[in-house]
C-alpha cells in the first residue's frame, strides 16, 4: 500500500491540471464499469472512519463541525473518565454557550478547559494548538472529531505532531452509519462532506 501511495502521488505531481481531470475521469469511469459501485462507495465510506484509539493523554482537544454536541458530550466524558485534565474546544467562537453551559452542568470548572477561536479546518484544528503543545510539554494528545471526518484528522494531527501519540474518539450516538449510507440523509450528507475532504488531505498529508 506504501510503494502504491508513492506511484500515485508521483503521477499526481507529474500531471497538469487538464491531465489530473482527464486521469481521475478514467480512473472513476474503470471503477464504475468494473466494480459492484454501491459496495466501492459503502466501503469508502467504512474507511474514512478510523477505529477508536481511547488512551490516557496530555490533553483532550474538541474539534469542531457536524454533530458539534456529541463532539462536546464527548470531549466532557472523556474528561470525567479521568483521560486528560484539561480540554481545548477547537475551532469555535469563544462564547460558545453550549460549551460553557455542557461544561458547567458537567460541574467542570473554567480551569480545566479553553476555546481556540482560531482554527477553521480540520488541519488548523491541529496547527493551532502547537504554542499550548509546546508551552505545556504535551507529550500525547487525544482528539475528538465526527465518526467520517476520524481519518482525515488523524492525518493532520500526525502531520503535525510526528514525533507525538494521537488518540482518537468520536460519540457512538453519530448519526453516520456507513452500512445505510443510500437510506439514512444524515449520513449521505456527512459522506458527500467529507470525502472530497479525505481525497485532499490524503495526497496533501501522507
Known amino acids: 500500500m506504501?510503494?502504491?501511495?508513492?506511484?500515485?502521488?508521483?503521477?499526481?505531481?507529474?500531471?497538469?491540471?487538464t491531465q489530473l481531470l482527464i486521469f481521475l475521469a478514467a480512473v472513476v469511469l474503470g471503477i464504475?464499469?468494473?466494480?459492484?459501485?454501491?459496495?466501492a462507495v459503502e466501503a469508502f465510506a467504512k474507511y474514512l472512519?478510523?477505529?477508536?484509539?481511547?488512551?490516557?493523554?496530555d490533553v483532550i482537544i474538541?474539534?469542531?463541525?457536524?454533530?458539534?454536541t456529541l463532539r462536546i458530550a464527548e470531549g466532557i466524558r472523556l474528561f470525567q473518565e479521568g483521560y486528560s485534565n484539561?480540554?481545548?474546544?477547537s475551532g469555535y467562537s469563544k462564547d460558545n454557550q453550549m460549551i460553557h453551559k455542557?461544561?458547567?452542568?458537567?460541574?467542570?470548572?473554567?480551569?480545566?478547559?479553553?476555546?481556540?477561536?482560531?482554527?477553521?479546518?480540520?488541519?488548523?484544528?491541529?496547527?493551532?494548538?502547537?504554542?499550548y503543545v509546546n508551552e505545556h510539554q504535551v507529550q500525547s494528545i487525544l482528539v475528538v472529531f465526527s465518526p467520517p471526518q476520524s481519518r482525515r484528522g488523524?492525518?493532520?494531527?500526525?502531520?503535525?505532531?510526528k514525533d507525538l501519540?494521537?488518540?482518537?474518539?468520536?460519540?457512538?450516538?453519530?448519526?453516520?452509519q456507513p452500512d445505510a449510507l443510500f437510506s439514512s440523509k444524515e449520513t449521505r450528507e456527512m459522506f458527500t462532506t467529507q470525502a472530497p475532504k479525505f481525497v485532499y488531505y490524503f495526497f496533501r498529508y501522507v
Do not use: W
Open 102 to 131: 455542557a461544561m458547567t452542568a458537567a460541574g467542570l470548572p473554567e480551569t480545566c478547559y479553553t476555546i481556540d477561536d482560531k482554527a477553521t479546518s480540520t488541519i488548523e484544528n491541529a496547527t493551532c494548538q502547537q504554542a
Open 165 to 176: 501519540p494521537v488518540y482518537v474518539s468520536y460519540s457512538d450516538r453519530s448519526s453516520y
Open 154 to 161: 488523524l492525518l493532520a494531527f500526525r502531520h503535525t505532531f
Open 62 to 68: 474538541v474539534t469542531s463541525g457536524e454533530e458539534d
Open 2 to 17: 506504501t510503494n502504491f501511495r508513492k506511484i500515485l502521488k508521483f503521477i499526481l505531481k507529474g500531471l497538469y491540471f
Open 32 to 39: 464504475y464499469l468494473f466494480v459492484d459501485t454501491d459496495h
Open 86 to 89: 484539561f480540554i481545548i474546544f
Open 49 to 57: 472512519v478510523v477505529e477508536k484509539n481511547i488512551q490516557p493523554a
